[in-house]
C-alpha cells in the first residue's frame, strides 16, 4: 500500500518516493571525496552506491569490516567504475573515531561531503564503551568528534578547490519526541527514566542543534562549507531492529515482516 502524500511533489519536484537515482540524474560527482557512515545496511549502503554511481570516490566508515568489504563488492560489481573504500570506524568509542579520522586524514587529503549517517535506534538502556548511554554516543557524541577531527581537511578542500563542501547530519522528525526538558544533560548516563525511544529521540535533537551551530559557526568564519541536518523519511530498515512498534507498522504498510538478520554485537 502506498500513501497519497509519498507521491506528492515539492517544491523541488520531487517527492517521498523519489530516489537517490532519480535526485541525482545528471549530476557529475567526479573529482569529489565522501564520507558515509554506517554504510552497510539500508540509507548509509544506497547513499553510498549512488554516490559512487555518479563518480564521487566514497569511503564508507563502517563497525563491521568484513561487511563493508561485501557491501563495496556489491557496488562495484553494479559500477565497475565506482572508487569505493571500507575504513573501520564504530561510533560509539572515541578512540575508534580519533583512530578513523587520524587515518582518513594521513590516506586522503581531501574530502568535500561528509555525512553522518549511522545509527541505533531504541535499544534497552546500555553504555558504552567510554561510558556514555549507548544512543547518545553513537548518534550524537561520534559524529560529533568525527566533523571536528576531519574540519580542516574539509576546509583546506573548500579552499582548494573553490567547491563547496557539504556535511550532512541524518536526524528524524522523531526529535520532536525527546524528553520533555530537551537534552538531559545531567541525566545521560542516568538509567532511571530512560526510555529507548526518548533517548533516540534525545539524540536526534542533538543532531539538529549540532549542524545548526556549525552553519551558524562556518558561515561567520566565511568557510565555504554548509551544515545540514535532514529528515529521511520513515523507512524501513534495520534500524528498527530494536523497536517492535515499528516493525508492526511495516507489517502493516507492506503486508509482510521486515526480514532482519541479528545484528552484530554493540559492544
Same mark, same amino acid.
Do not use: C
Given at each position: 500500500?502506498?500513501?497519497?502524500?509519498?507521491?506528492?511533489?515539492?517544491?523541488?519536484?520531487?517527492?517521498?518516493?523519489?530516489?537517490? !537515482?532519480?535526485?541525482?540524474?545528471?549530476?557529475? #560527482?567526479?573529482?569529489?571525496?565522501?564520507?558515509?557512515?554506517?554504510?552497510?545496511?539500508?540509507?548509509?549502503?544506497?547513499?553510498?552506491?549512488?554516490?559512487?554511481?555518479?563518480?564521487?570516490?566514497?569511503?564508507?566508515?563502517?563497525?563491521?569490516?568484513?561487511? #563493508?568489504?561485501?557491501?563495496? !563488492?556489491?557496488?562495484?560489481? !553494479?559500477?565497475?567504475?565506482?572508487?569505493?573504500?571500507?575504513? !573501520?570506524?564504530?561510533?560509539?568509542?572515541?578512540?575508534?573515531?580519533? *583512530?578513523?579520522?587520524?587515518?582518513?586524514?594521513?590516506?586522503?587529503?581531501?574530502?568535500?561531503?561528509?555525512?553522518? *549517517?549511522?545509527?541505533?535506534?531504541?535499544?534497552?538502556?546500555?553504555?558504552?564503551?567510554?561510558?556514555?548511554?549507548?544512543?547518545?554516543?553513537?548518534?550524537?557524541?561520534?559524529?560529533?568528534?568525527?566533523?571536528?577531527?576531519?574540519?580542516?581537511?574539509?576546509?583546506?578542500?573548500?579552499?582548494?578547490?573553490?567547491?563547496?563542501?557539504?556535511?550532512? *547530519?541524518?536526524?528524524?522528525?522523531?526529535?520532536?519526541?525527546?524528553?520533555?526538558?530537551?537534552?538531559?544533560?545531567?541525566?545521560?548516563?542516568?538509567?532511571?527514566?530512560?526510555?529507548?525511544?526518548?533517548?533516540?529521540?534525545?539524540?536526534?535533537?542533538?543532531?539538529?542543534?549540532?549542524?545548526?551551530?556549525?552553519?551558524?559557526?562556518?558561515?561567520?568564519?566565511?568557510?565555504?562549507?554548509?551544515?545540514?541536518?535532514?529528515?529521511?523519511?520513515?523507512?524501513?530498515?534495520?534500524?528498527?531492529?530494536? *523497536?517492535?512498534?515499528?516493525?508492526?507498522?511495516?507489517?502493516?504498510?507492506?503486508?509482510?515482516?521486515?526480514?532482519?538478520?541479528?545484528?552484530?554485537?554493540?559492544?
Amino acid at each position: 500500500m502506498k500513501l497519497w502524500l509519498f507521491n506528492r511533489k515539492g517544491p523541488s519536484g520531487f517527492s517521498a518516493s523519489s530516489t537517490a !537515482e532519480e535526485v541525482t540524474d545528471g549530476i557529475d #560527482g567526479s573529482g569529489l571525496t565522501a564520507i558515509v557512515t554506517g554504510a552497510t545496511s539500508g540509507i548509509g549502503t544506497e547513499t553510498a552506491r549512488v554516490l559512487a554511481l555518479r563518480g564521487v570516490h566514497v569511503v564508507m566508515g563502517v563497525r563491521d569490516i568484513a561487511a #563493508g568489504k561485501d557491501v563495496k !563488492e556489491t557496488i562495484v560489481k !553494479e559500477i565497475p567504475s565506482a572508487k569505493v573504500d571500507a575504513m !573501520e570506524l564504530d561510533l560509539s568509542s572515541l578512540a575508534s573515531v580519533r *583512530n578513523f579520522a587520524s587515518e582518513y586524514n594521513i590516506q586522503h587529503h581531501q574530502l568535500n561531503i561528509l555525512i553522518n *549517517n549511522a545509527g541505533i535506534m531504541g535499544t534497552p538502556f546500555m553504555l558504552s564503551k567510554d561510558n556514555i548511554e549507548l544512543q547518545f554516543a553513537t548518534n550524537h557524541l561520534g559524529h560529533f568528534l568525527l566533523t571536528n577531527l576531519l574540519l580542516d581537511t574539509m576546509k583546506k578542500t573548500a579552499r582548494k578547490s573553490g567547491g563547496e563542501g557539504r556535511i550532512i *547530519n541524518v536526524s528524524s522528525e522523531g526529535h520532536r519526541l525527546a524528553y520533555h526538558e530537551g537534552i538531559r544533560f545531567d541525566k545521560i548516563n542516568d538509567p532511571s527514566g530512560y526510555n529507548g525511544f526518548r533517548a533516540y529521540s534525545q539524540s536526534k535533537l542533538a543532531n539538529i542543534l549540532h549542524a545548526n551551530e556549525l552553519a551558524r559557526r562556518l558561515k561567520e568564519d566565511g568557510v565555504d562549507i554548509t551544515a545540514n541536518s535532514v529528515h529521511p523519511g520513515a523507512i524501513a530498515t534495520n534500524i528498527i531492529r530494536h *523497536n517492535s512498534l515499528f516493525r508492526s507498522m511495516n507489517t502493516i504498510l507492506h503486508g509482510e515482516s521486515l526480514s532482519l538478520s541479528p545484528p552484530p554485537p554493540l559492544l
